[in-house]
């Protein structure tokens, strides 16, 4: 136990003298004191829910790019540089490596998010705009959330790949999936396929519907609906709007247990692909 | 018991046998000098020891452990200069070694292990802005945290300077002397000889041979050599010199008599030059680990 966490606070720190880091952190600070500002200066007009909406919105966006920027090379980088061989000769596991790493970069990017949302929240606060503390509360759970996610994504995609090369066509790949809204185009190709290469008449099958709610931000805006209504404004843009009808499927606790698998698979697939490699 | 024990070792990269069947059995408290030429399998051999590869059939131990299943524990005995390092991210140079003493969960003085490999004054840079040299060691103060009892260095005198590879050896002779045993791989042959107890000399993934250095001069056969250069060197002398005891071999080339033979020998072939003649020259030596290693890789390359 000892041995992962001093994984994960070297992760940490390394960011420290990371050049993109800074400027991360800079677009982070500008997303919350210009929220902030913007709530502030509109004082009279600013409704209790808007900052933590508004700050959601955009990290949810700027929160799972960097999530994946400042993952994606953490493993396979160092097995490209040596420094992995090092870390595998002193006595460190596998395990402790990666899972260290996970926590690392999750406490790292965590920061960066929170850091806009405090500041968001402080600029509002000085300059006379009300906030609704529990949905502040409520913002920071949800974006650590999303952010385990994403960190579980690519350092999973880091762990499993061979070189840095393919790292980093898979981290491209995770944008243009999840945040380009490719996965809900999966279910449409596979009916044109299905369907002796035409496209198909009628509505989606339930299959279809399904999938549109395993993807993660469905899957947590899902979670929360019940809730926290004003929050699950946030994911729009990346989820299949929730039937009416309220199937099982995008039912809060359907929607935690397959947010928890995309926290925890993606990471261990990776790690079981790096297991058994030879350096 | 052994403190390190390879038996049977394969190891295919795909079409590519690095290691064939390997054996090797390293005792506790010895210095074990691994010879062979590039691509041997002498780092293939470390990687395995260290569960960096996995072997294909066949099992090693250290200390009695599975270097696979065991891993961890086996590191946790083990300093290791690997092959191929990179420094850690982005720390200074006594924070590696900080890091080092943390993970093996030891106390000890980075500054004084700082010292002892000659980079005092130097550790609070950062450490991706050291020399290779100085990088190497960095690495090696790393491996000597916690005092391990097992030191495993791949080619711990590459890219070093030779204050540097002095360094070196009187760091595995101190460690030799404390009862770590260390296990180190090298091309370069006269820093074998001059620190190691025993030898093996791996060429193509098998042990081609494992003995003392003495053993192995015996075994090979080549025993040494005295090159007496004359004003003119008499034909008659060939015959004389082939029928002392303890000559191997008599050649002449221009006023140059070479003759193979043991150390004993040397003195009489010397004298019955300087009966039947001017002498100029002479010249003796044992023979050099360079003869050995060619004589059981096969020359070539």
Redesign the interface.
């Known amino acids: 136990m000892s041995?992962l966490l001093?994984i994960a606070r070297?992760?940490f720190?390394?960011a420290?003298?990371?050049g993109q880091l800074y400027v991360l952190g800079a677009l982070f600070l500008l997303i919350g004191l210009g929220i902030g500002y913007l709530a502030g200066s509109n004082a009279g007009s600013t409704a209790p829910q808007d900052v933590p909406q508004l700050t959601l919105l955009a990290l949810v966006f700027f929160g799972s790019i960097a999530a994946i920027t400042l993952s994606y090379n953490q493993i396979v980088g160092?097995r490209a540089?040596?420094?992995?061989?090092?870390?595998?000769?002193?006595?460190?596991?596998r395990t402790e490596v990666v899972y260290g790493t996970f926590l690392g970069r999750l406490a790292l990017v965590v920061t960066l998010t929170w850091l806009s949302l405090l500041l968001a929240t402080g600029v509002a606060v000085v300059m006379g705009a009300p906030v609704a503390f529990d949905l502040l509360l409520g913002a920071i759970l949800v974006i650590a959330t999303l952010i385990a996610v994403f960190v579980s994504l690519a350092v999973g995609l880091s762990a499993g790949s061979v070189n840095t090369t393919r790292a980093a066509a898979g981290a491209f790949g995770l944008f243009i999936v999840f945040l380009f809204r490719l996965w809900d185009g999966v279910p449409i190709a596979a009916r044109y396929v299905l369907n002796g290469f035409s496209f198909p008449s009628g509505p989606a099958p339930t299959w279809a519907r399904v999938w549109a709610h395993l993807q993660p931000m469905a899957s947590l805006r899902n979670a929360i609906a019940e809730m926290s209504p004003p929050l699950t404004e946030a994911f729009g843009a990346y989820a299949a709007q929730i039937p009416a009808s309220q199937p099982y499927y995008t039912e809060p606790w359907f929607g935690a247990l397959v947010t928890a698998a995309w926290i925890v698979l993606p990471v261990t697939l990776g790690y079981v692909r790096l297991r058994?490699a030879?350096? | 018991m052994a403190a390190i024990d390879v038996s049977g070792v394969i190891k295919q990269f795909g079409d590519v046998t690095a290691l064939q069947n390997l054996d090797l059995t390293v005792e506790e408290g010895e210095v074990f000098g691994f010879l062979g030429p590039n691509g041997a399998g002498k780092s293939t051999t470390i990687d395995i020891l260290l569960d960096h590869v996995r072997p294909t059939a066949g099992s090693a131990r250290v200390f009695g452990m599975d270097a696979h299943d065991q891993t961890v524990a086996v590191r946790e005995l083990t300093g290791v200069l690997p092959e191929g390092y990179g420094t850690l991210g982005q720390m200074k140079g006594r924070t590696h070694v900080e890091f080092a003493l943390e993970a093996k969960g030891a106390r000890g003085d980075p500054d004084a292990l700082l010292d002892r490999v000659g980079l005092d004054g130097v550790g609070h840079r950062q450490a991706t802005d050291y020399s290779k040299g100085m990088k190497q060691r960095l690495m090696l103060a790393m491996a000597l945290a916690g005092e391990p009892d097992l030191l495993i260095l791949d080619e711990p005198t590459t890219g070093l300077d030779p204050n540097g590879a002095r360094t070196m050896r009187k760091i595995v002779q101190e460690e030799a002397d404390r009862g770590a045993t260390v296990f180190f791989s090298s091309h370069i042959l006269e820093q074998v000889e001059a620190v190691c107890d025993r030898v093996g000399i791996l060429n193509q993934g098998h042990l081609a041979a494992v003995d003392t250095i003495d053993g192995l001069r015996e075994a090979a056969g080549a025993t040494g050599q005295v090159r007496v250069t004359m004003e003119v060197v008499p034909e008659e002398l060939v015959g004389t010199i082939e029928g002392l005891d303890g000559v191997t071999s008599v050649s002449i080339a221009d006023s140059t008599l070479t003759a193979g033979c043991e150390n004993r020998a040397k003195g009489e072939i010397v004298h019955r030059c300087y009966q039947s003649g001017t002498i100029e020259n002479v010249e003796t030596s044992e023979a050099s680990l360079e003869d050995l290693f060619v004589s059981y890789t096969g020359g070539g390359a």
Do not use: M, T, Y
Not at chain 1, 81 to 93: A, K, T, Y
């Open positions: 041995r001093q070297k992760d720190r390394d420290a003298r990371d160092k540089s040596g420094e992995l061989r090092v870390l595998l000769s002193l006595p460190f596991s058994s030879d350096l």
